[in-house]
């Protein structure tokens, strides 16, 4: 399990929403804040610690999701 903060500074916010797709990016632009904060957190996140294991770039590791756009 990883726990990450949402409180984090700008230029490390920016750095996770670099690595999210175009669709992820819609998703988050249809959110308010601070639910939005949390997702680009949450994706962004999800994509270094994948791509770190993968020894991928976090942009080149797309989860897919199924029914209500829950992680499969």
Do not use: K, N, Y
Request: a positive charge.
């Amino acid at each position: 399990m990883w726990l990450i903060r949402s409180d984090l500074p700008s230029g490390a916010f920016a750095r996770l929403d670099a690595v999210l797709d175009a669709d992820e990016r819609r998703r988050a632009a249809a959110l308010a804040q601070p639910d939005r904060l949390r997702f680009v957190v949450a994706h962004g996140a999800a994509r270094v610690v994948i791509g770190g294991h993968l020894g991928a770039p976090p942009s080149s590791c797309a989860g897919r999701t199924a029914g209500m756009a829950s992680p499969s």
